[in-house]
């Protein structure tokens, strides 16, 4: 099963919501005093009225009743109008918060580590993205303001209540307890009750998309009934966590209505009381009930959104987790900002794939240096990556690879051939600092590539592989996303680069075309010559390229390579492939084989030492003439 992605705690999650809170102290400022001034408009209305029941119970003839209504009546219009201003102002200070907070989670989403994005999967990645930002946006837009204006409304009705008469506070300080005790028992329990039940949905949202990918494979298998079971797990342990904070609001609820109701009949009976006793006058005891009704609403509101906030936080929660990859602290750990990766060492990627994310090279000197192998230091500028005695696991305890070194020369051309498992595209990926290995270290120019910040690391090695993505726009935007300022020219010539500059001019808009979903279709071949395109512009120094051409026809793909050696000329390119045409080419092959390096030299030397390059050679291809 994926592992989840972590979890930011309480005290990151209070952190931020500081922090988005006083990046607009003029909103809230706005949003708070227009609330505040309905709330003030509110309390007069009760004041005046018990003002009315005093003068009547004395039979004061000289009350102005006309003059009481009439001005009941324009605090009422006053507040309302208020109020409209203060929920605009509310909305608009809620949707500038949202906005920050998805430009800022596409932000951690695309700054994920391709590792760390495998090891997760898709489930908790595709919910965390939907349920927890549509349940954070509720949170945001509702939740959030209603809580204020309760919070300031309730803070106010409290102040009319002492100001008509202290001793007619007491009877509402029955509910405290009920509240405080209810309120904190659930709060006790809802967070890491939300946590689980988004934790859940996760797991079956993760299960079903597998299970849709490959049906073909479960069909052909005949795991059907596995599946289901799974599934049925699934939607189990989903229903005991719903189940679990349903029983929570089925407890709190109900002692919130309790609370609720006894501070209006304790304030009858304790201001009859009072009022008997000669403490208070009639009109006090009115006042006093009436502000004692009025203070249901906004504790009502307050509590009944309290869950909401429960939601909207362990949402939070979930999406700010995701800028720490591999723990809540992760992410202060380095000063450069790099976080970990797989099983127990930093990672330098903070990006999505390398294929979309890198940015032009500055130049580098293709000339090599002394062999690093001997032991020297590398020459800085030289662009030279070198592998040395690396171990690498997935899992803690089983590695895929052991004591690798390859160090390939600057401007050289390497095959990296074997069977499939040997660990030929974990290798790839550690060059290129996807991963990072266990023991032993992955260098360029003597430099750990986790000490590199990633815009550097991306100008020196670029991975390509079999997967490829077109996203939705125009094919020039697709190319020229790995640098929006090139021009078309450029772009056309990293299309010809690959030999797709003819099918794209064909296109109905040639470079205007829009793709993607809803846009016009590529063929699988044309999505990946569209990958290895911007790999062309974005012009890195060395290239790892993981089964590249796997979906082109085979003499395409090997003119296509051939193609590809021209334009990158001088780059060294590290070249994964099961069709030994690749090695063929090459300056030189390595052989991998069960997480090791078996054999390197040339194509001509390994056929004549007759090892398992040979065999491999032999199987594919035939024997030798």
């Known amino acids: 099963m994926a592992t989840a992605l972590p979890v930011a705690d309480a005290a990151q999650v209070r952190r931020y919501a500081r922090a988005l809170t006083r990046r607009h102290p003029g909103a809230l400022a706005c949003a708070l005093a227009l609330h505040a001034l309905a709330a003030a408009a ?55 918060v949202l906005a920050a907070l998805r430009e800022e989670f596409v932000d951690r989403i695309l700054a994920l580590p391709l590792a760390t994005v495998e090891r997760a999967g898709t489930g908790d990645l595709l919910t965390r993205t939907t349920r927890d930002v549509s349940a954070l946006s ?14 300031v409304t309730a803070l106010f009705v409290l102040g009319a209540l002492l100001l008509v008469g202290p001793l007619l506070v007491l009877p509402c300080l029955v509910a405290v307890p009920v509240l405080v005790v209810g309120t904190r028992w659930y709060l006790r329990r809802a967070t890491d009750g939300y946590l689980r039940e988004n ?4 797991d079956i949202t993760d299960g079903i998309s597998e299970a849709v990918e490959g049906s073909r494979t479960t069909e052909a298998l005949r795991q059907q009934a596995r599946r ?24 709190f609820f109900p002692l919130t209505e309790i609370g609720y109701l006894v501070p209006v009949v304790a304030t009858l009976v304790v201001g009859g009381w009072f009022y008997l006793e000669g403490w208070v006058n009639l009109g006090q005891v009115t006042a006093a009930t009436l502000y004692t009704q009025q203070l249901i609403e906004p504790v009502d509101r307050l509590l009944a959104w309290l869950d909401e906030l429960q939601v909207g936080g362990a949402s939070l929660a979930r999406l700010l987790g995701v800028a720490t990859p591999d723990g809540p602290d992760a992410a202060r750990s380095a000063p450069d900002g790099s976080r970990p990766s797989p099983v127990d060492a930093p990672s330098p990627v903070d990006a999505p794939s390398p294929v979309d994310a890198p940015s032009p090279v500055d ?19 030289t662009g030279r990556v070198a592998v040395r005695d690396v171990t690498f696991a997935y899992r803690e305890g089983r590695d895929v690879l052991h004591g690798v070194t390859l160090v390939p020369e600057p401007g050289e051309k390497l095959a990296m051939v074997g069977p499939s498992g040997a660990g030929k595209s974990t290798l790839g990926r550690l060059l290129a600092g996807v991963h990072t290995p266990r023991t032993g270290s992955v260098t360029v120019d003597g430099r750990p590539l986790t000490g590199l910040p990633l815009t550097e690391l991306r100008r020196h ?20 996303m790995v640098r929006p300022s090139a021009a078309d020219a450029d772009v056309r010539a990293a299309l010809a680069a690959v030999d797709a500059l003819d099918w794209a001019e064909a296109l109905p808009d040639g470079l205007g ?40 026809d ?33 300056d030189r092959v390595a052989v991998v084989e069960d997480g090791r390096i078996t054999e390197l030299g040339s194509h001509a030397d390994l056929l004549a030492r007759g090892g398992s390059y040979a065999d491999l050679w032999r199987s594919w291809h035939g024997p030798p003439p």
Not at 64 to 69: E, N, Y
Not at 199 to 202: C, G, P, R, V
Not at 365 to 378: C, F, L, N, Q
């Open 42 to 96: 509110g309390l007069a209305g009760p004041r005046l009225l018990g003002d009315l029941v005093e003068g009547v119970s004395r039979g004061d003839r000289s009350t102005p009743v006309d003059a009481i209504v009439l001005a009941i009546a324009g605090f009422v219009v006053a507040q309302a109008v208020l109020l409209r201003f203060a929920h605009i102002a509310s909305a608009r200070l809620g949707e500038r």
């Open 199 to 202: 934790a859940a949905y996760s």
């Open 461 to 480: 090695v670029a991975l390509v592989t079999q997967e490829h993505h077109v996203f939705i726009g125009t094919l020039r935007e697709n190319v020229a």
């Open 513 to 552: 075309t829009r793709v993607g979903a809803g846009g016009h279709p590529l063929t699988a071949a044309q999505a990946q010559q569209l990958a290895l395109a911007r790999l062309v512009l974005a012009d890195p120094h060395t290239l790892v390229l993981d089964e590249a051409t796997s979906l082109i």
């Open 554 to 586: 085979p003499r395409a793909a090997r003119h296509l390579e051939r193609s590809l050696a021209a334009v990158l000329e001088g780059r060294t390119v590290i070249a994964i492939a099961h069709r030994l045409f690749s090695a063929h080419d090459a």
């Open 228 to 251: 289901r079971a799974r599934t049925d797990a699934d939607i189990r342990r989903s229903y005991a966590a719903e189940r679990y904070t349903l029983w929570l609001r089925t407890v």
């Open 363 to 381: 130049g580098a000197d293709p000339t090599g240096g002394p062999d690093p192998t001997g032991g020297e230091t590398e020459r800085p500028g």
């Open 138 to 151: 509720r949170t945001v837009r509702l939740a959030v303001p209603e809580t204020l204006i309760a919070v």
